[in-house]
């Protein structure tokens, strides 16, 4: 545990000392954002565009951590056991990109339609079985959504079907 803690703080100084934009936390067995790690980003979170958090062990993302990287770009947070966003995650303004694969969202995270920035969001590999498409359809940035290895309802793989496409959408039939 200890060594794991010691990588988390050697990333973070060096995000900070190096005025970086870019926070890589994969790999560092995390559960949760540590509390210490806003403290000392503090000066510079609004620096930090493109946040990785990817192959942790995480449940969540805590509002306050929406609250801290207003500016974020990027967000990677695949390969975690998150089932759910906070709500505040519809406020940011800069968003382009948040990757939620393989995680444990068995319900769309419905704020990420109110990002205009929003261009891409990958949820493959969840157990998500319905979509709010009338809201994907009214996002005017999205680009592209990967909902591949998903347990849609059938009656929505119809539906997606049906509608015009505005976006480019990744599905896997063979459910």
Do not use: Y
Not at 75 to 92: A, F, M, R, S, Y
Not at 146 to 165: E, G, H, V
Request: charged content about 25%; overall charge negative.
């Amino acid at each position: 545990m200890a060594e794991a803690v010691a990588n988390v703080a050697r990333r973070v100084n060096a995000t900070v000392e190096e005025e970086k934009d870019t926070l890589d936390l994969s790999n560092c067995k995390l559960i949760s954002f540590p509390d210490g790690v806003f403290r000392v980003l503090n000066s510079v979170a609004e620096k930090i565009h493109i946040v990785t958090l990817a192959d942790n062990e995480m449940k969540g993302v805590t509002g306050k951590f929406f609250k801290t990287f207003t500016q974020l770009r990027e967000l990677d947070l695949h390969g975690n056991v998150i089932t759910k966003l906070p709500d505040v995650v519809g406020e940011l303004e800069h968003l382009t990109s948040i990757n939620l694969a393989n995680n444990k969202l068995s319900v769309f995270p419905e704020r990420l339609t109110e990002i205009q920035s929003l261009e891409r969001i990958n949820l493959e590999g969840n157990d998500i079985t319905e979509l709010p498409m009338e809201k994907l359809q009214a996002m005017p940035a999205l680009k592209w959504i990967n909902l591949k290895s998903n347990p849609l309802d059938n009656n929505l793989l119809t539906a997606i079907q049906q509608f015009p496409q505005t976006f480019e959408i990744q599905i896997t039939t063979d459910n």
